[in-house]
């Protein structure tokens, strides 16, 4: 039975009333479930408080630690508000009291820092820890503005476009083109950095480069180029995706203007992305009739290829249908939600793999040549793993969009493949030295070896995405808090009643192919109530 809770809804502004209210709490079967996400949870941070603590990452087969982000104890940092959120408060507090003595200004690897990972993961760890713990330690905010402060040297030159890469011993930038995903995601980070210091020098910086990507002449309406070039502002080729480069900049497009309620010229550049996305992107698989996003090379040519970045796209896209009261989007949202789970469901642990492609009425360009038992494979699953991309390094996308989409419709069979990647994770994953979770190097063998490295985000996103999904939803509501990529929850004002001026309004297509996208009129086109498989059938020429 399809079960709802009319506020489980991420912006309750649909207006639509479904056929039985039911607390969702009260059909989960979450106590030994929401247990058995803490103890990995504990298991695998007790390891790194053992091992690694005060440093990046465990090791969790070797017994030791990696420095890859600083050496200032990323896990740590990443893993405070899921403390909180657990009801951890003894390591909490001791992380807190290790935060305090972090220098930002010494590095124990290399002094060259990734701008965006530090932001997504010690800024908005900090503030997110800081609002979580109700504004008790104001060291919390003081270290997020020292790293920040760090930060603003990659924003140099006449672009307002940040470098990269920062060498923090001598506060150069480096050189290299970046991608719009680390220019682009800053902006709730460094919001909630002005409003905690006054200082509106984060927000502004972090805005106006969001901003300058957004007037640049866009591959396709709404969605860039994957790279940007810091030092003239301008595009690097022209490859559009949903996924690595591209990923998190067009996922703050909506969440900004939530967690402002300003700034809706953004997120009608977002619905214009979606718009495109079903306009050129949207592909159906010739097996299973599965819904994936495809690529755009910068040839123009479609891809049919999909990586577990991307799934973020389901859960992203079921808030800002939310957002723009469009239930056109939320059903393609569940789609992709489907699809990406699929690629958990079929293969031999139970986890999907860094990459997927699939076969298209249209195409079969992935950019590989599978081979015989992928093809086998894909005939039985409807995708197939990409050659050489089998492995998973923890990430937690499939499971991000499955929470959204359970604390949306309060369907209980989004617990129940929750429940089944708590089991596969059990199963697969677990380090016999240490008890600790770590990455694995192939997902489709049930004698699968691990990686010796476990990554912060595994306490960020990942335990937390699940232990939600199972927890009472009203704590941490959707309606009341937005995530930042890296999982850190910022409390947000009450909604509006919309956002942005766009909704989707699918083209007149009388047949043919093509591989750009007619530009929307957002002023005046409409919702369409049409089922998302007739809108795949729509677009299948593309």
Known sequence: MHLRKLLIAVVSISGSSPSALVQAV????????????????????????????????????????????????????????????????????????????????????????????????????????????????????????????????????????????????TNTPGTESTSVAGAGTLSLE???????????????????????????????????????????????????????????????????????NDHDDLATVWATAVDSSIRTLLSTSTVGNWTYLADLTDDAEIRVIGSHLACFHGGNWLMGGQMLNNQTIVDIALELVDACWNTYAATATGIGPEAFAWISPQTNFSGATPSADDLAFYQEHGFYIYP??????????????????????????????????????????????????????????NTTTLMDDTQSFFYAEVLKYLYLTFDDPDHISLNDFVFNTEAHPFKAPPAKATYGTGKLNPPNNTGGSRTKAQPANLAQISEVPIAPKQIADLYKGF
Not at 220 to 237: H, N, Y
Not at 389 to 399: A, K
């Open 26 to 169: 009260q059909v989960q079967k979450a106590g030994l479930t929401k247990a058995a996400v803490k103890k990995i949870f504990t298991d695998t941070y007790s390891a790194y408080r053992e091992y690694a603590f005060g440093h990046d990452e465990l090791t969790p087969e070797s017994k030791s630690f990696s420095d890859s982000l600083g050496g200032w104890g990323a896990s740590m940092v990443d893993a405070m508000d899921t403390m909180l959120i657990m009801g951890i408060e003894d390591w909490f507090l001791e992380a807190v009291n290790k935060t305090a003595g972090i220098d930002f200004n010494t590095t124990t690897t290399d002094s060259t820092i990734s701008v965006f990972e530090t932001t997504i993961r010690y800024v908005g760890g900090l503030l997110a820890a800081y609002e979580l713990s109700d504004q008790k330690y104001p060291v919390l905010v003081q270290k997020a503005q020292e790293v920040a402060n760090k930060l603003v040297f990659a924003f140099t030159g006449s672009s307002p476009i940040p470098f990269g890469h920062l060498n923090f011993t």
């Open 190 to 260: 460094w919001d909630r950095l002005t409003h905690y210091t006054g200082n509106t020098t984060y927000q502004n910086l972090a805005v106006a480069a969001v901003e300058h990507i957004a007037s640049l002449p866009d591959p396709l309406p709404g969605l860039p180029a994957q790279g940007i070039d810091a030092s003239t502002g301008e595009f690097v080729g022209a490859y559009v995706t949903w996924g690595g480069g591209t990923d998190s900049y067009l996922e703050y497009l909506i969440k900004y203007p939530r967690l402002t």
């Open 388 to 445: 050489g991309d089998g492995f998973w390094v923890q990430r937690p996308e499939v499971m991000e969009s499955n929470f959204y989409a359970y604390r949306v419709t309060g369907d209980t069979k989004y617990l129940d493949r929750a429940a089944s990647v708590v089991e596969s994770f059990q199963q697969f994953t677990r380090a016999s030295q240490t008890g600790a979770y770590a990455p694995i190097n192939d997902v489709n063998s």
